[in-house]
């Protein structure tokens, strides 16, 4: 171990103890550092849930798309059974990709290397040629599979197939979520790019709404003021954090609330847009008719893959579609400002004068995520630290 990645360590071990009005942002170090970022994947991103997609990209049987988690591509597709599955993506013959696009409908999948054939339920089904081989076994030929949940219309991999299941981890969550409906929801924006800096810049941002003063002085401060977010309490969990901000004129808020949603919603989430950081890398900033949701996945220390969506009521998105292209368009906006928040600050990570600055009492979801990865990264030095200090 390094001597820096020792002192990383120690650092994120002093979280969990820590008052989230004390804590200090992340040293520089912790979003460059390689020997950090390699125990992330081995202990975060390889063993977690972590969301690839809706369950409407997958809508029909055939239906499929492909997307790279780490150094594993993967094919979702739904069956023609109507089962939806996450398989590899490697052609089991000579390692070529059965899936060569992003998204599809077929009823097979024909490798395009030597025209193995598979079936939408991961089996060979043909391998042209392959009489006289003999280690060739159809049956043990099929493609590998990777464990799949589904959760508020989300689809959810992991990368470990002895990982605990994902649904009794979000009762908490689910409770919370119970009124927004986000499965019902239909993808009104959907976003998929790259930007140039650590996953953790673009996690941390989208769990706060305090930047909204700064980043989204032109499209969001006016109507959600970052003077009135604040902290909701810290889940039993540990599993999210989350967080609120009125709107400015909460009276107009509440009365569009009630026009189209009769009584489903109380006055706190009638009149404020709600935030919910799910570790460790998701982010849902909901109102009650959308939700903008992000997944940060990560591609190197300075790098990471962001997909995600702005989801609409259907009535909405295909009954009023002046309206809904008005919104989806200051949503992309939106996001392309909160990219900021991790290209930029990733190009100033290698300065000598850069240093820990103290956390706004707005950021607390901030500092429950550092508290996430004390507990992730560093469990031995957490449970070392003195009872008191606990």
């Known amino acids: 171990m390094t001597p820096q990645l020792d002192a990383l360590l120690d650092t994120l071990a002093a979280y969990p103890a820590t008052d ?34 809706r369950t409407s990209d997958v809508a029909r049987p055939g239906d499929w798309f492909t997307i790279d988690v780490l150094d594993d591509p993967i094919l979702v597709v739904r069956g023609t059974d109507g089962q939806v599955r996450a398989f590899s993506n490697v052609c089991r013959h000579r390692y070529m990709p059965v899936a060569l696009e992003k998204k599809g409908n077929d009823r097979r999948f024909v490798c395009a290397y030597h025209g193995w054939v598979y079936g939408t339920d991961g089996r060979l089904v043909a391998a042209p040629l392959m009489e006289g081989s003999l280690g060739f076994d159809r049956a043990r030929c099929g493609l590998p599979q990777y464990r799949l949940e589904q959760w508020q219309g989300f689809l959810f991999i992991n990368l470990d197939d002895d990982a605990a299941p994902l649904a009794p981890q979000m009762a908490e969550a689910d409770a919370r979520l119970e009124s927004y409906r986000s499965a019902e929801l239909v993808t009104g924006l959907a976003y998929d790019t790259i930007w140039e800096g650590n996953w953790k810049l673009a996690t941390e941002n989208g769990m706060e709404y305090y930047h909204h003063m700064g980043l989204h002085g032109r499209t969001l401060e ?3 003021p970052a003077a009135g977010a604040h902290m909701e309490p810290a889940p039993a969990s540990g599993r999210f954090a989350h967080s609120r901000c009125p709107y400015a004129d909460r009276a107009a808020a509440a009365e569009r609330v009630a026009r189209r949603h009769a009584s489903r919603f109380d006055e706190a989430d009638a009149t404020s847009s709600y935030a919910m950081g799910l570790f460790p890398n998701i982010s849902l900033a909901l109102t009650p008719d959308s939700n903008n949701w992000l997944s940060f996945l990560p591609m190197g220390p300075g790098r990471t893959r962001v997909i995600g969506g702005y989801l609409l009521p259907e009535n909405l998105q295909y009954g009023d579609p002046e ?42 979801t901030v500092a429950q995520f550092y508290k996430y990865l004390g507990r992730t990264l560093a469990p031995e030095r957490v449970a070392a630290m003195p009872a008191a200090a606990q």
């Open 20 to 53: 989230d009005a004390a804590c200090f942002t992340l040293p520089p170090a912790a979003y460059t550092d390689p020997d950090l970022y390699a125990l992330e994947v081995e202990r975060i991103f390889r063993r977690e849930w972590l969301i690839v997609g």
């Open 323 to 364: 309206t809904a292209a008005r919104r989806n368009a200051l949503i992309h906006e939106v996001n392309e400002e909160d990219a900021q928040a991790t290209w930029r600050l990733q190009q100033v990570m290698a300065s000598s004068k850069a240093a820990p600055g103290p956390l706004n009492v707005r950021e607390g």
């Open 222 to 224: 006016a109507m959600l």
